[in-house]
């Protein structure tokens, strides 16, 4: 039996048990690939983060759900860099390189002392894919009336390194009946069986956020909802940017909120820089350290 040690950070918050829990595994170069989704799948976390070696950044890092490898995570992202940056592994650089599967992206870390320190990461450039599925079906799978969403903006696939479906959302009110029915999502999302579902709007609790959003797992992930999610976040802003807002800026910042329902709420800030037909997207947010445990591994 081999121990691992995982520290339990919670990111987009800077008070514990709130935002969004990632397991963090500082040894992933210790560990096969096998391992690795073992670690996941007993933790429960909707992602475990394992920073590795690379060649080619300063860093790499592992995503992996209870059931699968992830291209990319924004809260598990945020948990690591938090995690090495606070004992003392990047020494005083503020400006970093991780290499994912979703490619080699930024990160900036600032100066500021630990409990108000944020993380700032870029994301992959911004991708849509029509959903031609049933709307009807689609809101039935999460608990809401097809007349809960939005008539006027498109229901579209997006990704900036991991894959959802946006559904634009009338009002808060739908969201405190959602209850998601995930074994239903793969049938219904023909074009991305394993896409996730991330139904948003533009009403939220707090008066400086610009929009409020919940983020339902797709079945094959081993989990049901993320609390506060980074990379459904940066193309929520992307979306915004291209359906929502008015004056058109070159430059633009939002603040997306998620997690109240599960009483974990937290806070991701999105930027949208144009850069020719598309943009570049970067998440901020920060982290907490929780406590750390073991988990026995079989294999």
Not at 116 to 127: L, R, S, V, Y
Not at 135 to 160: R, V, W
Not at 189 to 194: A, I, S
Request: proline share 5%; with cysteine.
């Amino acid at each position: 039996m081999k121990s691992v040690k995982v520290y339990h950070y919670d990111a987009f918050s800077k008070v514990p048990n709130k935002g969004n829990p990632a397991g963090v595994v500082l040894n992933g170069d210790e560990l096969t690939d096998e391992q690795m989704q073992e670690v996941a799948f007993k933790v429960g976390f909707n992602e475990t983060a394992f920073p590795v070696k690379s060649e080619t950044a300063d860093l790499g890092i592992r995503f992996f759900t209870p059931g699968h490898e992830m291209n990319l995570c924004g809260h598990a992202t945020m948990a690591t860099v938090y995690a090495l940056k606070t004992k003392g592994l990047f020494g005083d650089k503020t400006e970093l390189t991780i290499e994912t599967k979703a490619g080699i992206l930024p990160v900036r870390l600032d100066s500021a002392p630990e409990k108000e320190k944020t993380i700032t990461m870029n994301q992959a450039a911004p991708e849509f894919v029509a959903f031609h599925g049933s709307k009807m079906d689609l809101a039935h799978s999460i608990g809401i009336e097809e007349s809960d969403i939005h008539d006027n903006l498109p229901i579209l696939y997006g990704s900036t390194g991991a894959w959802t479906l946006l559904i634009p959302i009338n009002n808060l009110e739908a969201f405190r009946k959602m209850k998601p029915e995930n074994k239903d999502f793969p049938a219904i999302l023909k074009e991305m069986p394993k896409s996730s579902v991330h139904p948003f709007c533009i009403e939220t609790y707090d008066t400086d956020a610009d929009m409020h959003a919940r983020h339902f797992s797709s079945p094959f992930s081993g989990t049901v909802e993320d609390a506060v999610t980074g990379t459904a976040s940066g193309v929520m802003g992307a979306y915004y940017a291209d359906y929502i807002r008015e004056d058109r800026k070159d430059v633009m910042k939002l603040v997306v909120e998620q997690g109240h329902e599960l009483g974990k709420d937290g806070r991701v800030g999105v930027q949208v820089s144009k850069n020719g037909e598309s943009y570049d997207i970067q998440i901020t947010g920060n982290a907490v350290f929780v406590k750390d445990f073991e988990i026995m591994l079989e294999n």
